[in-house]
């Protein structure tokens, strides 16, 4: 459903050049959770902009179902919540999403909305402005505006970072429920918990793919312990430099 082939991208911040992306490659098969792991700096929100073009890349090539993923009929079959989300605060959440729905050309009838307000623990606060919501309830809404659309391939950068161990349960349950239903990418640094939601993972570093494979492809190749093995194969990879 996505393949990811060879690509790279430089950035500029004055006269200095960072090489964001170095030659990465992945394929997501439909319906298949995927995980992009690797610690700040590695490249996976670069990776995601990419992908919903909204930058573009110096090399290579993303395909979204055989075709090109910079075509704009493409963006309407992803749904995104971003890593640092900016949403109005002022309006009640139901009216936002009604706002988000009307970009899409979606028509959802208001039961079905009320339904996703369920779903992400939020139907009590569904006539509140955002301005009213905790940071585990905004990461929740990011799941919402995401999800209600529908999407194909949804993408979620980064959504458990910064929140209580409640607040990314409640999240990894809101992903597994998802599951299945539609094909996900995913983004953490955290491979416990990655564990519990994807079939298939890529570790990168420095922009460029470290493993592929599924978490018990890794168990079985390094050990059992995740936080050694993450933290193992990034340090051997920051040696080869
Ligand atoms: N707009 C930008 N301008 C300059 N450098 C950037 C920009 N966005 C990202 N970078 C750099 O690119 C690298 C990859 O960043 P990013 O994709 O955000 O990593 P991750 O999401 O894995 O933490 C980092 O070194 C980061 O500082
Ligand atoms: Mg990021």
Redesign the pocket.
């Known amino acids: 459903m996505l393949e990811i082939q060879d690509i790279h991208k430089t ?1 500029r ?1 004055g006269n200095q050049i ?1 090489n ?1 992306l170095r030659g990465l490659s992945f394929v997501i098969n439909e319906n298949e959770s995927f995980a992009l792991i ?1 610690p ?8 995601i902009k990419a992908i919903l073009n909204l930058i573009k890349i110096d090399k290579g090539k993303i395909l979204i179902n055989g075709v090109d993923a910079t075509l704009d009929e493409n963006r309407k079959l992803i749904g995104y919540a971003p ?1 640092i989300p900016y949403y109005p605060t002022h309006m009640p959440a139901i009216n936002l999403l009604k706002v988000y729905l009307d970009i899409y050309g979606k028509n959802i009838s208001y039961d079905k909305i009320e339904y996703y307000f369920e779903l992400v623990n939020l139907k009590k606060f569904i006539n509140s402005p955002l301005s009213n919501y905790s940071k585990g309830m905004l990461q929740r809404f990011s799941i919402l505006q995401a999800i209600i659309v529908e999407p194909k391939l949804l993408i979620l950068d980064e959504l458990t970072s910064g929140l209580d161990p409640i607040g990314q349960y409640e999240i990894i349950e809101i992903v597994k429920s998802l599951k299945q239903k539609t094909t996900i990418l995913f ?1 953490s640094h955290n491979l416990a918990e990655i564990e519990q939601i994807c079939d298939k993972v890529m570790i990168i570093n420095k922009g460029r793919g470290i493993f592929y494979g599924s978490i018990s492809d890794l168990k079985n190749q390094f050990g059992k312990d995740l936080y050694r093995i993450f933290f193992e194969l990034i340090m051997n990879d920051n040696k080869m430099e």
């Open positions: 950035y911040k960072i964001a690797g700040n700096g590695a490249g996976k929100t670069t990776t890593e983004t």
